[in-house]
């Protein structure tokens, strides 16, 4: 999956005990599956992260292609996390904001018009709960279309053996994506996907996770399972103009900002984002082309950023007078021109010289 947290979407249900099958599709943070004889792909994901400092919010957003009525997620926290709805406006007030500017260049020259070729392109710039078989609850909550479960584990093991005992989809594989986390303490979020009764076509409600953090980090480490090229993009709201730290950022592929600046609550319509960015004003977005998922040997972590320049994707509206080879077929008839004017002045043949001498004497009458 391109977009989210590096968690492993698995088809479960939480309370009903629903039989879940084997992976239909494969994305970035491992697999999608869904029901006997249902068929789910991904087809959009979008994640915000808001960090003050000492908490951290992540928002996620799933779009997705179904005929399946229930499905899984499992997304990895430093910390037990509070979960909730989100709010579906902050997605559609950061597009708008962070949305390239466009402006018009004009050019004396352009594209040739009988030679070919390719125009100039644009510059793109919840305390304790029951524990066993190595697995603490820490906590659920029923969010309408949605169930969420907070967990810990001891070890994957354990986890696994949790998953299956509610009807989880488990493999090999994502007890190697989720051993990372389980050795270094994180917590995970079980979440039950819904429809009640229609498929899970289209966008699914956000989800908000907050919890304790004191770096700004996007879970990316079970997307190395994926078996297609991935595009992770994140926006990050915080006090000042962040940037990538982790050695994902200095790979093959390098992340692309496409925004950073302060926006001010004025303009967003979101109450949620109004709220975040009346302490977390300025807003950094970037992507990164991953084509080989297994060099994501780490999460994305972010870390503030020498200085708070300021930056917005521009693209160009570039106009041009002439076409490129009219224009260069000019240039050489002028230089022509001025080329046969030079040499026909140089090779102009001197004057004759007057037959009447300056010493003749002029005769006089008498």
Not at 275 to 288: E, G, H
Request: glycine share 8%; charged share 20%.
């Amino acid at each position: 999956m391109r977009r989210l947290l590096g968690q492993l979407l698995v088809s479960a249900a939480l309370v009903t005990g629903w039989v879940v099958s084997t992976p239909a599709y494969a994305c970035a943070c491992g697999a999608m599956v869904d029901g006997p004889g249902g068929d789910t792909s991904v087809t959009a994901e979008r994640a915000v992260v808001v960090w003050d400092g000492a908490r951290e919010t992540i928002l996620l957003r799933l779009s997705t292609r179904s005929d399946a009525v229930s499905a899984g997620l499992l997304v990895p926290t430093p910390a037990s996390a509070d979960v909730a709805l989100g709010d579906e406006q902050v997605f559609s007030d950061l597009a708008h904001v962070t949305a390239a500017r466009t402006e018009k260049r004009w050019h004396l020259f352009g594209t040739p018009l009988l030679l070919g070729g390719k125009a100039a392109g644009g510059d793109t710039a919840s305390g304790g709960g029951a524990r066993g078989d190595g697995v603490a609850v820490l906590g659920s909550v029923d969010l309408g279309p949605l169930r969420a479960t907070t967990l810990a584990a001891a070890d994957p093991q354990g986890l696994e053996r949790w998953l299956q005992s509610h009807r989880f989809q488990t493999s090999a594989a994502l007890q190697r994506s989720v051993q990372p986390y389980v050795d270094e303490g994180w917590t995970f979020v079980a979440i039950q996907l819904n429809a009640v009764g229609r498929a899970l076509e289209g966008d699914l409600p956000p989800i908000s996770m907050t919890f304790p953090s004191d770096q700004a980090i996007y879970p990316m480490r079970m997307s190395a399972v994926a078996e297609e090229p991935q595009s992770p993009s994140v926006y990050v709201l915080a006090r000042h103009r962040m940037e990538r730290t982790d050695a994902v950022a200095s790979g093959p592929t390098r992340p692309d900002l496409a925004f950073a600046g302060r926006v001010a609550p004025g303009e967003v319509a979101s109450a949620t984002l109004k709220k975040w960015l009346s302490t977390t004003p300025y807003l950094t977005a970037s992507s990164q082309w991953l084509p080989d998922p297994s060099v994501i040997v780490t999460d994305f972590t972010f870390a503030q950023a020498p200085d708070d320049k300021p930056f917005h994707l521009v693209i160009y509206d570039d106009t041009y007078f002439l076409p490129g080879d009219v224009g260069a077929l000019l240039v050489l008839l002028l230089l022509g021109g001025a080329v046969w004017l030079v040499v026909r002045l140089t090779r102009r043949p001197p004057e004759p010289a007057s037959e009447t001498s300056l010493d003749t004497e002029i005769p006089t009458t008498a």
